[in-house]
């Protein structure tokens, strides 16, 4: 069983439009993310929601919007795209407990955003 | 802020040549140190990790020491295969004191090429 899946794997849409990303847990963790890998291979952190609360909002253009329904789900929808958003978008969990920084953050398998 | 800096590649070796990968960190307080994998068109994937100054991650044949006096955490692998090839990431974890915004610290990436 997949423990984070995320769809669309591949995405290719135009400028201005609207998209959304859906990701999914199943490892019963209360933390999921956003992180967002550009086209050097750089990862960066976007959201970050515990319990359903947002707990990090990095410095993110506010056509993004995350939206946590549940502590399994944490989805990630943009507006007006631009070229720039092209990246692959990273979902992510972990349990947030005793083990602090120590718990393992684990990664889904990416959606490759592009924007023409 | 937090930082980590890893070598900058490409990589290339040989098949059964030894690897390292050097990683350094900046942070205040104690963050944890993970290494991440991405195989080509694949996520990220836990390699190994160390919660504490002197520990060692181990994994598939990787190892890696929390060296807090050199704030190191450099990768090392005696013998390495094709299979190996992938992009490695090192990357820090620390929260705000009883917060629960743990987040991933990334470094850009190391690309290392195996061949036969």
Redesign the interface.
């Known amino acids: 069983d997949t423990a984070v899946s995320q769809t669309p794997k591949y995405l290719v849409t135009q400028m201005g439009n609207d998209k959304s990303i859906k990701c999914e847990q199943n490892l019963g963790h209360d933390t999921m993310y956003w992180y967002k890998q550009d086209s050097k291979k750089f990862l960066k952190i976007m959201f970050s929601y515990n319990n359903k609360e947002l707990i990090i909002n990095e410095t993110v253009p506010n056509r993004f919007s995350p939206k946590s329904p549940d502590k399994a789900h944490l989805n990630l929808h943009i507006n007006s795209l631009e070229l720039g958003d092209s990246a692959v978008y990273f979902c992510a969990s972990s349990q947030f407990g005793t083990g602090g920084s120590g718990n393992t953050i684990y990664f889904g398998e990416g959606s490759w955003l592009t924007v023409v | 802020g937090d930082s980590v800096t890893q070598m900058e590649g490409p990589v290339t070796l040989s098949e059964e040549a030894f690897l390292t990968i050097n990683c350094t960190y900046t942070a205040t307080g104690?963050?944890?140190l993970?290494w991440?994998v991405?195989y080509p068109g694949?996520?990220?994937?836990?390699l190994l990790?160390a919660?504490k100054a002197d520990d060692k991650g181990s994994n598939k044949g990787f190892e890696a020491t929390y060296r807090k006096e050199t704030t190191s955490f450099h990768l090392e692998k005696g013998s390495v295969q094709v299979s190996d090839s992938a992009?490695y990431?090192c990357a820090l974890?620390?929260?705000s004191s009883g917060?629960?915004?743990?987040?991933?610290?990334?470094g850009?990436?190391t690309?290392l090429t195996v061949n036969p």
């Open positions: 104690y963050p944890s993970f991440y991405q694949e996520g990220l994937q836990l990790k919660t992009v990431f974890s620390k929260g917060g629960s915004n743990y987040k991933l610290t990334f850009k990436g690309l």
